[in-house]
């Protein structure tokens, strides 16, 4: 077993389950966690051991996004930017499946690790949400490729521009993830999933997951290079310096005209 701060990889015969472990902070991502996890999936992908891997998170959530500190310690927006694209890369590109257990909210760069996810089953009281641009920014971890690309520009557009929450539910009909079920249910779901993809003929699911992703996410490298350059512009504005102090202080931010 894999343990790194807020994160643990443990192999479950041919299942590796991975696990953000910072329930405080609602499993908000760090930089550190994002290049111990892209490190989980990279190494998975040399594993002929691992057949299927599952990501979730602990307690109440799955991924709330970027933590707002993520930048400490040196690290610059650049070299975060990075780190979430070779994860989301990661993930969609590892030959195994990959299945995202939804436990709870799912936001921001947390969007865009859950829809790099192959199979997507979330609990009833999940949601999604692009917040960014109520902080001055943009969509991030290739979301503004993932969510087009699962639920359509209409839906995309939506989320990206309007910043609200989109219940699992909703998320279901319009086609972003597979299934929404009571808590009680979700492990055993995921875990029939998990047991039917460990035990398939792994080159072919594996040539079947290219195929799949060469026609469905053709444009996510493109995206996460658009996203990177306006990202690193907008972190040094004055709207998310506005957008941020906003948050803490709870009150309506106030952008400039």
Known sequence: MLQAPKLTATRDGRILRVTLTNPERLN???????AALGDVFAGAAADP?????VITGEGKAFCTGADLSATAGGVTPDEVMDCAGRLVTLIAETPVPVIARINGPTAGVGV???????LIYATERAYFLLSFTNIGLMPDGGTTALV???GGRALANEMALLGGRLPATAARDAGLINAVLPDAELDARVQ???EKLAHGPRRALELTKQALNATNLASLEAALAREKAGQVELLGSPDFLEGTTAML????AVFAE
């Open 28 to 34: 908000a991502i760090d930089y550190a966690t994002m």
């Open 49 to 53: 051991e691992v057949r299927v891997i």
């Open 112 to 118: 865009g690790i859950a829809l790099a996810a192959d």
């Open 148 to 150: 087009a690309a699962a």
């Open 192 to 194: 029939e999933a998990a």
């Open 249 to 252: 202080q709870k009150r309506k």
